[in-house]
């Protein structure tokens, strides 16, 4: 069912959300969906997180913590893909206990402290974690279209040409209200690359690779690992950001997430891209998936903004700087190759 033929999502954002009569219905729906799963509340629920495009609320339970994300109607879709995805991957991702997806609503299990949190070695640990959710995209390929239809963003290579047009017209408001010195200089430079993008989103077009979600946000802190045995059971959340894309463009934010950790040139950056391609080692040859997982992480840029761009509508004037400029950076970074 499209995101058009749904029931409107109800109100939200920061002002709805913080309002005791958001928080009531919420609750009371927390409390209903957990009757239905045979469980109840012990304990207060708290508000850990207002931000411009979610919220979070957390309560204690008779089957531990609980977790309701409520999101605004641009990522209402992430109630709809956790149960798309819960079903063809159900290892990957935490299956909810509930989802209203009218209202963008969804309810988790506790899963675990994140990558970012636990005592690991990142890289090494990006190794082990990576192939897990290459394997997740292989196995939602085949329902692209139903990703599609629940309202995830189609930024498919045959898409982007046109997006870049979007992302460039998004950066020229920026620029006019909010660019700096040397703002305009580089917003030209990226549009001197129109006619580039294209073509290379028709080479990435046709590689044997199929489609499927791209996280677009997948760093340590949006990566769960809790201990399975001697082994990690890495599960992935937090997929307010995604898209459907070439499933490489996903290594973008993680790739660039690690470097930071480590020197840019650092062998180690290599290994996890190279565990991570193995896992589509049947697809394509090595040297020609390293070149692909590099064009793709290059047209994901465009992507990158537009999604930094809708989460970040909701915040005004005074909202984090830093935030509100990055839509921007997302895409004059696509100058740097």
């Not at 009757?35 to 207060?44: N, S």
């Not at 995805?85 to 969804?106: I, M, N, Q, Y």
């Not at 620029?175 to 703002?183: A, E, Q, T």
């Not at 898209?243 to 993680?254: E, K, Q, R």
Request: overall charge negative; charged content about 25%.
């Amino acid at each position: 069912m499209s995101r058009s033929a749904q029931v409107p999502v109800l109100e939200a954002g920061t002002a709805v959300w913080s309002s005791a009569r958001w928080r009531e219905q919420a609750v009371a729906w927390m409390d209903e969906r957990l009757a239905a799963a045979g469980a109840a509340r012990v304990g207060e629920v708290e508000q850990p997180r207002v931000r411009a495009w979610s919220t979070l609320l957390t309560a204690p339970t008779t089957i531990g913590r609980v977790w309701l994300k409520a999101s605004r109607e641009a990522t209402a879709f992430e109630a709809s893909l956790y149960r798309i995805l819960a079903r063809v991957s159900p290892e990957s991702v935490l299956a909810p206990l509930a989802t209203d997806e009218a209202r963008g609503w969804v309810l988790l299990p506790d899963g675990g402290p994140t990558l970012a949190l636990a005592a690991l070695d990142p890289a090494a640990a990006l190794e082990t974690i990576l192939p897990h959710y290459a394997r997740l995209q292989l196995a939602a390929a085949p329902h692209v279209g139903e990703l599609i239809a629940a309202g995830v963003e189609d930024m498919r290579p045959e898409a982007m040409p046109p997006r870049f047009g979007e992302a460039v017209e998004m950066a020229r408001a920026f620029v006019s209200v909010r660019g700096r010195p040397g703002d305009a200089e580089a917003l030209e430079r990226v549009v001197a690359l129109r006619e580039p993008f294209r073509g290379w989103c028709e080479r990435l077009a046709a590689s044997p690779v199929p489609h499927s979600i791209d996280h677009n946000d997948l760093h340590e802190r949006n990566i769960l690992v809790e201990p399975a045995g001697e082994t990690l059971r890495p599960r992935f959340f937090d997929w307010g950001d995604a898209v459907v894309a070439h499933p490489f463009a996903s290594m973008l934010v993680t790739l660039d997430s690690l470097r930071q950790r480590l020197r840019r040139d650092d062998h180690r950056v290599a290994r996890v891209r190279d565990a991570y391609l193995e896992v589509f080692s049947d697809v394509a040859p090595h040297a020609e998936l390293v070149a692909t997982l590099a064009l793709a992480c290059r047209v994901a840029k465009v992507a990158r903004a537009l999604t930094f761009a809708r989460a970040v509508a909701g915040l005004g004037d005074d909202g984090n700087p830093a935030l509100i400029r990055g839509p921007f950076e997302a895409l004059r970074s696509l100058v740097d190759g």
